[in-house]
């Protein structure tokens, strides 16, 4: 699956003049890879450990790089609760299930039925994304609590 999304964004980004550089080779193959909803940050640094002759590569680039990225529908941008962005390289619909004491980020696919065309006739709003953010605790961190 990493491979046909590889695939797909170097075709998106040649259709736009946009070259696949090494680096954002290397941070969509890493997104794309571990689905972990990264800051730029931990970005960086899953990158500088599976990468380390990799030199060209910076937070500035990273930022730089996503922003284009988000651009052309190669990545979403989370916000969370705490004010830190993240990124998912998952661009299939799908919502969010968030651990409330370790903020683990988990994919859902369970199907939520919303009202999209009435909300759209109703308002007059051209809605093109929805997603949906259920916080919880976690399993590992509800299994810690009940051990402690």
């Not at 996503?66 to 052309?72: G, N, P, S, V, Y």
């Not at 993240?86 to 696919?109: A, E, F, P, Q, S």
């Not at 919303?114 to 709003?125: D, N, S, V, Y």
Request: proline content about 5%; aromatic content about 8%; charged content about 20%.
């Amino acid at each position: 699956m990493a491979d046909r999304l590889m695939q797909k964004a170097t075709e998106v980004l040649q259709q736009a003049g946009i070259r696949m550089t090494p680096q954002r080779r290397v941070i969509l193959h890493n997104l794309y890879h571990n689905r972990n909803h990264p800051t730029v940050e931990e970005l960086f640094r899953q990158i500088c450990d599976n990468y380390p002759g990799f030199h060209s590569l910076s937070t500035t680039t990273i930022y730089n790089n996503m922003r284009i990225l988000k651009k052309h529908g190669l990545v979403k941008e989370i916000y969370s609760h705490t004010g830190i962005t993240r990124y998912d390289g998952n661009i299939d619909t799908h919502h969010h299930l968030v651990c409330k004491i370790c903020d683990k980020i988990t994919d859902c696919y369970y199907p939520l039925p919303l009202p999209i065309a009435e909300l759209q006739a109703a308002e007059g709003f051209a809605v093109d994304d929805v997603y949906i953010e259920i916080r919880g605790i976690c399993p590992s961190c509800k299994e810690n609590a009940s051990t402690n």
